[in-house]
């Protein structure tokens, strides 16, 4: 059964960091890919960053780059999700979910989410 467990979110002010993970379980990890997505209340879910883990391939959206790192520890089957210079913007539920193989294929498997508040 493929499980993916979000932690890392929490309250913090503009300007400060957050760094959440996503502990996967029940596939094999090397071949799938990681995404990271987000809803603001009221807002549409919207995609972040991902990452396949076959290649080491990372993809941003504009409004995160250069904010937002994405990595991968294999060994753990982990994918973190740094993010600095929070804004209130970025304020949302974040889940992460996979893919088979590359960011372009379809996320099927999701996590239960992680709130991230970011007060101004």
């Known amino acids: 059964e493929v499980q993916l467990v979000e932690s890392g979110g929490g309250l913090v002010q503009a300007g400060e960091s957050l760094r959440l993970s996503c502990l996967a379980s029940?596939?094999?990890?090397?071949?799938?890919?990681i995404g990271w997505f987000r809803q603001a209340p009221g807002e549409e879910r919207q995609g972040v960053s991902c990452i396949s883990n076959s290649d080491g391939s990372t993809y941003y959206l504009d409004f995160v780059q250069g904010r937002f790192t994405i990595s991968s520890d294999n060994a753990k089957n982990t994918v973190y999700l740094q993010m600095n210079s929070l804004k209130p913007e970025d304020t949302g539920v974040y889940y992460c979910?996979?893919?088979?193989?590359?960011?372009?294929?379809?996320?099927?498997?999701w996590g239960q989410g992680t709130q991230v508040t970011v007060s101004s």
């Open positions: 029940g596939f094999t990890f090397d071949n799938y890919a």
């Open positions: 979910a996979s893919a088979r193989s590359t960011c372009h294929h379809t996320f099927d498997s």
